[in-house]
């Protein structure tokens, strides 16, 4: 976990989630695969949870070559909030955690 154990995983029903939203919004966008490595969690969860979240509205997709690029939706009735609690959250990982996971960033290739 990078965070208080379990922070907002039962709001958002799973950790992978709260990891995903996580890094949509401090990078403000990312891709499944550098999300699935950084976080050491397998692809198919992570793709499962963006098909989730893309069918909610919450983020939106764009294909960018063979890339799908990822960012939270400028148009979710919620944004505001959501990233409030994004934000709010971030206050609560620790360091090292915030270092280990949100500093080293590629680009797709």
Do not use: D, W
Not at 13 to 23: M, P, S, V
Not at 32 to 57: A, D, K, T
Not at 93 to 106: A, D
């Amino acid at each position: 976990m990078i965070g208080a154990p379990h922070m907002l995983e039962s709001l958002l029903g799973n950790a992978t989630i709260e990891k995903i939203l996580l890094y949509l919004h401090v990078y403000g966008e990312g891709y499944g695969r550098q999300i699935s490595r950084i976080f050491g969690i397998p692809f198919n969860g992570v793709y499962q949870q963006v098909r989730r979240l893309e069918n909610g509205g919450i983020i939106a997709g764009v294909n960018c070559g063979r890339t799908r690029i990822l960012r939270i939706n400028p148009r979710y009735p919620f944004k505001k909030e959501l990233t409030a609690l994004l934000a709010r959250a971030m206050e609560f990982i620790p360091e090292e955690s915030k270092k280990r996971y949100f500093t080293n960033r590629t680009r797709p290739q």
